[in-house]
């Protein structure tokens, strides 16, 4: 009686912290594309890692500086990239999501001002555990490269 007494005292009781859990999702080199005075549209990109040992999911932003922020991604269709809204970023647990041009992206849709290089937008990500991350996002000069001389693509 005695000796199982103590073998239950010693057993180990994992505790489940209740933390704030968007805490666990950690946000590198967050930067949006640079655009002038007269362009409507923008988009923001980083790199989302989830340190949890939960899958995550980006599923919503805002930000003052534009009217609407939806998650899209790229997709070819009839043999062009297009861009496609989508419901949520997934971020599996112990990995990333990248966000990156010519990929997924968050679109800054009807901006209210220019977004001049060195300056910072305000950035608010939700998370589907209802979590909220508040982000200085940079703005950055982004050379579409080949892909999009045009500049109206992210
Ligand atoms: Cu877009």
Do not use: C, K
Not at 24 to 31: A, F, G, M, N, R
Not at 52 to 64: C, F, I, N, Q, T
Not at 87 to 98: Q, S
Request: negative net charge; hydrophobic residues 45%.
């Amino acid at each position: 009686m005695f000796r199982s007494l103590q073998i239950l005292t010693s057993v180990m009781v994992s505790v489940l912290s209740a933390g704030p859990l968007a805490a666990e999702i950690q946000v590198t080199d967050p930067y949006a594309r640079a655009v002038p005075a007269g362009q409507r549209n923008s988009a923001a990109f980083m790199v989302l890692s989830n340190h949890s040992g939960e899958d995550r999911a980006l599923v919503a932003a805002e930000s003052p500086v534009a009217e609407t922020v939806e998650l899209h991604t790229h997709v070819m269709a009839d043999g062009m990239m297009q861009m496609r809204r989508i419901e949520r970023i997934d971020i599996p647990a112990g990995g990333t999501a990248t966000l990156a041009p010519g990929g997924l992206h968050i679109m800054l849709i009807g901006l209210g001002q220019p977004l001049d290089p060195g300056t910072d937008i305000d950035l608010e990500l939700r998370f589907d555990d209802g979590e909220t991350l508040d982000l200085e996002v940079p703005v950055r000069r982004i050379e579409m490269g080949q892909m999009h001389r045009s500049g109206t693509a992210h």
